[in-house]
């Protein structure tokens, strides 16, 4: 696709339902990321795919936090027994190679956990 | 601890004035950094980057500057614009992940 798509754009749980996002990496990039920014932060780094593989797991904040990504193009992320700390945009973005191409990122899915 | 800072949550500059964005960073390992402009409800874009080996990198408005000794970068916008308002981004990538600083709100007022 022409660019970066995350569904759903927005998303209201409840507390201690699982969820999952989506990310539509723009075609033939190979690098896919995950970040999420709370209210009033930064972006904070979640995961890191290479292809298939997930070389750089270390910004998941719990093993509630899970990743995959199939056919090297579309990943999900999902969160199981939400909480209401988990409410921020999670962010995607994807890179034809390495970082230091630059990220193009998706719109962001916005979770509430209510 | 951050590894990327952006000590000044928000700025704000008439029209016309520059505007310029700080950023420190304490990992000597960074070998580009960026600078990402956001909209509300948008995903952030890319603005301009800079190599570690680079000391000033300029497109259009915008030049970035990198004083590796004092690991410090700055975005320069002139003539600042009403398009400008957003908030900024530094960032700064290491071995192929790009770890961002809180951002800078700045406000272009009229």
């Known amino acids: 696709g022409a660019g970066v798509s995350q569904s759903p754009s927005n998303k209201v749980t409840e507390k201690g339902k699982d969820v999952e996002l989506r990310c539509d990496p723009i075609?033939?990039?190979?690098?896919l990321y995950w970040y999420r920014q709370s209210l009033g932060q930064g972006l904070e780094f979640l995961i890191y795919?290479?292809?298939?593989?997930?070389?750089?797991k270390s910004g998941l904040p719990s093993d509630r936090f899970s990743a995959e990504r199939t056919g090297g193009s579309v990943s999900t992320l999902t969160i199981q027994r939400t909480q209401q700390e988990d409410s921020a945009v999670y962010l995607c973005a994807s890179s034809p190679q390495t970082a230091s191409y630059g990220y193009t990122f998706g719109s962001g899915t916005r979770l509430t956990v209510v | 601890d951050q590894q990327v800072k952006q000590n000044s949550p928000s700025l704000s500059v008439q029209e016309g004035r520059i505007s310029i964005l700080n950023c420190d960073y304490t990992n000597s390992m960074f070998d580009y950094f960026l600078w990402y402009k956001k909209y509300p409800a948008e995903g952030p874009t890319f603005l301009i980057s800079i190599s570690s080996i680079k000391d000033k990198n300029e497109d259009g408005r915008f030049t970035v500057f990198l004083n590796k000794s004092a690991k410090h970068l700055s975005l320069h916008i002139v003539p600042s614009q009403p398009g400008d308002s957003a908030v900024y981004f530094c960032a700064a990538s290491e071995d192929d992940k790009i770890i961002f600083g809180k951002g800078t709100r700045l406000h272009i007022l009229p």
């Open positions: 075609s033939g990039h190979t690098a």
């Open positions: 795919f290479q292809g298939n593989s997930a070389p750089d």
